[in-house]
């Protein structure tokens, strides 16, 4: 059986999956390469301040 979720998928393959505590919800999911931008913008934010 193919698994629905991203995260189950890549659980199988054996990778790992990086789970946070944040203080708010984001404001959106992954859908565009622009998204990524913005989340990989906000991440890096969080890791340079230490959250």
Request: charged share 25%.
């Amino acid at each position: 059986m193919v698994e629905a979720l991203e995260q189950l998928r890549i659980l199988w393959h054996g990778d790992k999956v990086l789970v946070k505590i944040v203080a708010k919800t984001p404001i959106a999911g992954i859908d565009t390469p622009e998204d990524l931008v913005r989340v990989e913008a906000v991440l890096a934010q969080s890791i340079k301040h230490g959250l």
